[in-house]
């Protein structure tokens, strides 16, 4: 499978993603410029953690007026597979692609540990191996990571069943306690509403080896695999 | 253009100049200087760029060796070579004052500088680690009201702690650890020192070289500003009660630009016939740069201000010069390759400026609109700058403790001891520090903060910078792995510098071998007072020769490091903190060993002995509020044998947990190992027969020891290591339970449950800090 990673010049997790997804993950992993037209045949598009234009501003508020990212809209609205990681997913929200918005950390604080995700939707393109309501510890690394949507845009999220992530304990309990940022309903990670979009605070990334303390992440990129295999079985 | 001022022997005195440092200059000169050059002499020849007072004591650490590929003093970084063609360039520097003065910007800009110097070596930067000093944090017993050192000393931790997350985070480095220490004597001057490691292929190592006549001269970076004026000169002076109103003397940093930077610069090195030499501009900016690159090249440069991108308007050559603004780079290209340069640099959206060009005069030419307003010999500039020798008396003997301790009485409870030492803010979990700095991007991070060494994982493809990536999907990328460690005991230093900097390189040898680790090389970073007082000149160089001597012993080259002189506030000089930085490498993967417990049923371990004296301990601190000598023994042989040992133990594959003990002794070391995971473990301890007394045993500091955990399967195993390499080894103990229990002559002596001393530990400095 095909998967473009975006170079935006302040992404620091695109190296991270490349080794993940090509020499560990055995994938055809290249990079794409932020000032590039072309997409160049990816199957599914991947926005990296960072800070996309140095983001002093507001977290992905420059980076969605970017050439490549033209590209990535045209492409999502095609039913193409995004994925934002971190910085990523501020990006897709700042550029329209996702619901609500990401606001600073309750405790106005980056804060960089291992937490537990809950699997909300496992039938989505990034969830569908997983097991229902099954536990993930992977890493946060954050500073804009609250999620916040209006009440009528997050009763429109759980009606189309658009939340794939919550922020839970060990024990797969959902409370404020196990909610590092303040989001909203501990949400962690969503996908539009066609589910071909998904934007996700923790780094997935950084949990596909077991060197680095969690595998729990594989799951997602192998989710994607596995749906890209049936998409090929059922044309 | 405005007049510039007259050189008076009041204009000379205020830049730092001594009489005959102005005599020399003249003699350089052969005439009068004006004030632009005034003011570069100044900057040149102050302490943080020339080392003048320290240069003859740095002369007699150990810095060549079979795996030294860049030796300290000649780049801007040294390179260690860690086999199969790759190599590691590394650095401590300190940002000491301006952390003092502005808390944030000061150590953000301590982290931009140090890793620009790794990056100016060919190398890309890995990973950042923080050494740092404040003065307490915490009340003082009996004390009603936070008195306004503590509230000054939390804004300064806070500060500075979100200055180095906000850089680091930004630019994409791992901080991986470090230390972070508290003590009366940083009160009002805090110690800042940051870490950087970069890897690199031999053949991609650059050099600060400006060499072929005719050869470009480029700025790239930020534009100059008038911050950071003469920061140089502002770091070589004590700070005093009006030191705040040098804040022009702190630069602003922006992680962004340097990002750019960073990226644009590597790309550049993948085509090494376009560039001749780099430099970045760090302390005394564009005049550093430019005499230094001259001065190695042999050659001499000539640069038009009018071409140097300026943020300000009106700027004088003087104020262009010596301007510390960030993010700024050096860069001398071969001619006919200026095209490509502005190419890579475009694509990062940084503009290249042409400012000048080499010569072969020999001479550092200023010019400005034509007309040239400096003119210096590079060489005496750059390498020539005045040493001296300064006097150097022992201050009287500190109070001394016997032992047995005869001048209190044993705590009656050891236990509340414990707990005490545990949220002591020095001994405490730094998770309130780290959770703040991204410590896990570029995938590297092994060992996470919190135990001996931070472990981190090196790729080969980490090596292809931005273009092309060289890995081919599913083909498994080669793998190093190096453990990196920074240490120091200050009240260690203050009591005996000579032994206290010999046991602090020990140390830091002894967490890489506990890491699974073997010690490659050291980085210094030489934190004291005022060199002309003789007291504090006596202690650099007590430290510097311990520090030699056991450098050389452990066989770690120093490859470079920083010296930062002046540390005194009005209340008195730092303690002497010689500040070392070991890096190791880990062979296999399968050798990388943490600190804590990990199974009930393992068995303990205490390597070196029982140790015994009260001198320096934290513990004598805490009952008596005074640093008191003598230091327990320290012996390089004993050392040596218990390192092999545990190293030999670790490549056996028995070891499950390995910890040295430092601060706070045996029972700190003991309780770190049962809570510093999030998975709590406690252990039952049989003590020796409790002689002389029982504080003695739990919390003297003697050096040399380690703690280690096998499977009762291991026990063997564990024994003959030890036998083979002559290390002194007891068992102590089983793991297990849900309290650390300590027991002598088959009676409870302590009993702690493990998530009480969790909390004590886990939480003090959040709770001191966030409230």
């Known amino acids: 499978m095909r998967f473009g990673i975006l170079q935006f010049p302040g992404s620091n997790c695109d190296q991270d993603c490349l080794h993940v997804l090509g020499p560990v993950l055995g994938q055809d992993a290249f990079y794409l410029w932020h000032k590039e037209d072309d997409l160049r045949q990816a199957d599914c598009v991947v926005l990296p953690g960072g800070f996309s234009y140095g983001d002093y501003l507001r977290c992905g508020a420059i980076a969605r007026f970017s050439p490549i990212m033209r590209e990535v809209k045209k492409f999502a609205e095609r039913g193409g597979l995004v994925i934002g990681i971190c910085n990523g997913f501020q990006i897709l929200v700042e550029a329209g692609l996702l619901p ?136 | 253009m405005r007049k510039e001022p007259e050189i008076t022997p009041q204009l000379i005195e205020k830049h730092g100049i001594t009489p005959e440092e102005y005599e020399r200059i003249r003699s350089i000169l052969k005439r009068e200087p004006n004030f632009t050059e005034l003011g570069i002499f100044s900057v040149m020849w102050s302490e943080h760029c020339s080392y003048k ?117 930004c630019i994409g480095l791992p901080t991986v650890g470090g230390e972070i220490c508290f003590d009366e004597s940083y009160n009002g001057n805090p110690l800042v020192n940051v870490v950087c490691l970069g890897v690199l292929r031999h053949d991609q190592i650059r050099k600060g070289r400006a060499t072929g006549v005719g050869n470009p001269v480029y700025y790239v970076g930020a534009a100059t500003g008038r911050d950071g004026l003469a920061g140089a000169a502002f770091a070589s002076r004590e700070l005093t009660e009006s030191s705040h109103e040098d804040r ?49 090249g042999k050659s001499g440069i000539e640069i038009e201000l009018d071409k140097v991108p300026q943020r300000e308007t009106g700027m004088t050559p003087y104020e262009t010069m010596l301007s510390e603004s960030q993010e700024r780079m050096l860069i001398i290209a071969r001619k006919g390759q200026e095209k490509e340069v502005e190419r890579i640099f475009e694509k990062w959206d940084l503009h290249a400026s042409h400012i000048g060009y080499v010569t072969d005069d020999g ?37 001394q403790v016997d032992t047995p301790c005869t001048i209190f009485p044993e705590s009656a409870d050891c236990g509340q001891v414990i707990l005490k030492l545990m949220a002591d803010p020095t001994i405490a979990s730094k998770n309130w520090a780290y959770r703040q700095y991204d410590h896990q991007v570029r995938n590297g991070s092994c060992v996470l903060p919190g135990s001996d060494a931070a472990v981190v994982r090196l790729l080969l493809d980490e090596l292809c910078g931005t273009g092309t990536p060289q890995v081919k999907p599913g083909q498994p990328v080669r793998e190093k792995y190096v453990a990196i460690t920074t240490d120091c005991n200050a009240i260690h230093c203050r009591v005996n510098p000579r032994q206290g900097a010999k046991m602090a390189v ?260 959040a709770s001191l800090v966030e409230k």
């Open chain 1, 100 to 235: 609500g918005a990401l606001l600073r950390n309750r405790t106005l604080k980056f804060r960089c540990e291992t937490v537990h995700l809950r699997v909300e939707n496992n039938r989505t393109p990034f969830t569908n191996m997983c097991q229902p309501g099954q536990i993930l510890r992977v890493p946060i690394a954050h500073g804009e990571g609250s999620y916040f949507a209006d009440p009528q845009t997050l009763a429109e999220i759980q009606k189309n069943n658009q939340v794939a992530f919550r922020y839970c304990n060990e024990k797969g309990q959902i409370n404020d306690a196990s909610n590092p940022n303040g989001s909203v309903e501990n949400i962690a990670g969503i996908v539009n509403a066609r589910g071909n979009v998904l934007g996700m605070m923790p780094h997935p990334e950084r949990a596909s080896e077991g060197i680095l303390g969690s595998e729990d992440g594989r799951v997602i990129f192998e989710s994607i695999l596995h749906w890209a295999r049936q998409a090929v079985l059922t044309h």
């Open chain 2, 53 to 169: 007072n320290s240069r003859a004591e740095l002369k007699k650490f150990p810095t060549t060796g079979p795996g030294i590929l860049v030796k300290a003093g000649d780049e801007n970084a040294g390179v260690v070579d860690i086999g199969d063609g790759w190599a590691i360039a590394f650095k401590i520097e300190s940002h000491n004052h301006p952390s003092a003065v502005e808390p944030f910007q000061g150590a953000a800009t301590g982290v931009g500088g140090i890793i620009r110097d790794i990056f100016t070596m060919g190398a890309r930067p890995v990973l950042c680690m923080d050494s740092l000093r404040f003065g307490p944090i915490d009340k003082r017993d009996g004390e009603k009201d936070l008195s306004s050192h503590v509230r000054r000393n939390r804004r300064l931790l806070a500060g500075v702690v979100a200055g180095i997350a906000h850089y680091g985070n």
């Open chain 2, 248 to 296: 022009p003397a702190v630069q602003v940093g922006d992680p962004f630009m340097e990002k750019l930077l960073l990226e644009a610069c590597l790309e550049l090195f993948a085509h090494p016939e376009a560039v001749v030499g780099v430099q970045d501009m760090g302390a005394a900016g564009l005049t550093c740069s430019t005499c230094e690159t001259a001065s190695r």
């Open chain 2, 363 to 399: 001479m550092m030419r200023v010019k400005q609109s034509g007309r040239t307003v400096a003119e210096i010999p590079a060489r005496p500039l750059a390498d020539e700058a005045p040493v001296y020798v300064r006097e150097a008396s022992e201050p009287p003997a500190l109070p």
């Open chain 2, 506 to 765: 020990a140390e830091a040898s002894r967490n890489i071998v506990c890491s699974g680790g073997r010690p490659l090389a050291a980085s210094d970073n030489l934190n004291f007072g005022n060199p002309n007082k003789p007291e504090s000149f006596w202690h650099l160089r007590e430290c510097v020769e311990g520090m030699a001597e056991a450098c050389r012993f452990f066989n770690t080259p120093v490859t470079g490091g920083n010296v930062s002189l002046y540390n005194e506030s009005p209340d008195g000089s730092v303690d002497p903190t010689p500040v070392v930085c070991m890096v190791g490498l880990i062979e296999e993967a399968r050798l990388i060993t943490t600190q804590w417990f990990k199974k009930e049923g393992d068995l303990v371990f205490l390597l070196g002995g029982m140790g015994s004296g009260l001198g320096g301990s934290r513990y004598l601190l805490e009952r008596t509020g005074k640093k008191m000598g003598p230091l327990p023994p320290f012996d390089f042989e004993a050392e040596k044998r218990v390192q092999e040992a545990v190293a030999g133990a670790i490549r056996r594959g028995v070891v499950c947990s390995a910890h040295d003990c430092s601060d706070g002794g045996l029972a700190v070391a003991l309780a770190e190992c049962c809570i510093s995971n999030g998975r709590l473990l406690g252990a039952s301890i049989q003590l020796p027969a409790v002689t002389p007394r029982l504080d003695d045993i739990l919390f003297n500091e003697a050096p040399s020891r380690v703690v280690v955990s096998v499977s009762p399967e291991g026990r063997g195993t564990l024994e003959e290591a030890c036998r083979a390499a002559g290390a002194p080894v007891c068992e102590i103990g089983r793991v297990g339970g849900d309290s650390l229990e300590f027991l002598a002559d088959r009676r409870v002596v302590a009993a702690l449950p493990v998530d009480k001393l969790r909390a004590a530990w886990h939480d003090s400095i």
